[in-house]
C-alpha cells in the first residue's frame, strides 16, 4: 500500500493543491458524493455525528494530507451522511495548533471541502465565558471574532484557485444568517446569545490578566479554535457560521479553577439543544 501523503508545504501552492484535490478524490471514492453543508464538531459535542442517515466514516488516519486529532474528546473521524434533507460532511474532532501542528496544517480538511463543493460550514466549540452573567451551557452564536493567536492559516504561498490573496473579513460571519438562526432557536426554546470569539493558541487556560484584557477589547468567550476555520472557509468562498458551548467561566471571572474534564461533561450536557441548532442551521436555504 503507498504511503499516505501528509506534507504542507506553505512555499508550494501547486502541490499543496495536488494534496487537496487526492484528498477530494479519495473521499469522492468512498461515498462522499455532493457534500453541501460542513460541520466540525468540538469538544464534547461529538455525538451529532450518530444522527446521520447513510453515515459513512473514514479515520483522519487514511485520508491523503490529513492530520491525526490528538486532543481529548476529539475521535479524529470525518463522517458523511444525510440530515434535515442535505448531504453532510462532518468532522468528529478538529485539528488544533497545540497538539504541536502548523495552522497551515490544520485547516487542510478545510480546503478539501471547499474542492468538494462545500457550501456552508458550521464551526463548534467549547470555550471560556468572560461575560460573569453567562450561565454554563449557553449556546453562543460567533457575530465576529478576535485572533490573538499569532498565526494566520493564509500565511505563506496564495493558492488562487480557492481565494484571493487578501480576503475581507468584514462579513465573515453573515448576519442574515445569523438572525435566522436565533428566530428559529428562540422559537424552539433554546437561549442562543450572541458575541465576540477570541482565540488564544493554548494548550494552557488563560490568566486572569489576560481575561481582563479580553474583556477590555470586547471579547465575550475564549478558545483556541475555530478562527483558523473560519479565516479558511471565508477565503474559498463558504458561509461561515459558528456557535460556541460556552462551558465554563473563564480565568478570574469566578474563583475556581478551570478543569478540562468539566468543560467535555457540560458540553455534553447540552447536546440536545446543540443537536436543534445544527438541524436548524443545515435546514436553512443556501444562497
Not at 155 to 177: C, H, S, V, W
Not at 184 to 212: C, H, N, Q
Not at 247 to 268: C, F, M, Q, T
Request: hydrophobic content about 45%; some cysteine; proline content about 6%.
Amino acid at each position: 500500500m503507498e504511503e499516505r501523503k501528509i506534507l504542507h508545504d506553505l512555499r508550494d501552492p501547486e502541490g499543496e493543491l495536488r494534496l487537496i484535490d487526492e484528498a477530494a478524490e479519495y473521499l469522492k471514492g468512498r461515498g462522499f458524493e455532493a457534500p453541501e453543508v460542513a460541520v466540525i464538531l468540538g469538544t464534547g459535542l461529538g455525538t451529532y455525528a450518530d444522527k446521520l442517515e447513510n453515515r459513512i466514516t473514514v479515520p483522519y488516519s487514511e485520508i491523503p494530507g490529513f492530520l491525526v486529532s490528538t486532543a481529548p474528546g476529539h475521535k479524529g473521524m470525518l463522517c458523511y451522511g444525510q440530515r434535515m434533507g442535505r448531504n453532510v460532511l462532518l468532522m468528529a474532532g478538529r485539528l488544533h495548533c497545540y497538539e504541536g501542528y502548523s495552522m497551515y496544517a490544520t485547516v487542510f480538511p478545510v480546503r478539501v471541502m471547499a474542492r468538494l463543493g462545500i457550501k456552508r460550514i458550521l464551526i463548534t466549540n467549547a470555550a471560556g465565558a468572560i461575560d460573569p452573567f453567562s450561565i454554563p451551557g449557553d449556546l453562543m452564536l460567533i457575530r465576529d471574532h478576535i485572533n490573538l493567536s499569532g498565526n494566520n492559516p493564509l500565511i505563506g504561498a496564495n493558492i488562487e484557485a480557492l481565494g484571493p490573496r487578501f480576503p475581507d473579513m468584514t462579513y465573515l460571519y453573515p448576519a442574515k444568517l445569523r438572525r435566522q438562526i436565533r428566530e428559529k432557536a428562540w422559537d424552539a426554546g433554546i437561549r442562543l446569545t450572541e458575541g465576540v470569539y477570541a482565540m488564544m493558541l493554548g494548550p494552557s487556560f488563560e490568566t486572569p490578566a489576560e481575561i481582563r484584557f479580553l474583556r477590555t477589547i470586547g471579547a465575550d468567550a475564549v478558545g483556541m479554535s475555530t478562527v483558523p476555520e473560519a479565516i479558511t472557509a471565508g477565503h474559498a468562498g463558504m458561509e461561515v457560521v459558528a456557535i460556541s458551548c460556552l462551558s465554563n467561566a473563564a480565568a478570574g471571572v469566578l474563583d475556581e479553577p478551570i478543569d478540562s474534564d468539566h468543560v467535555e461533561k457540560v458540553a455534553g450536557k447540552v447536546a440536545a439543544d446543540f443537536a436543534t441548532v445544527v438541524d436548524i442551521v443545515l435546514s436553512l436555504d443556501l444562497d
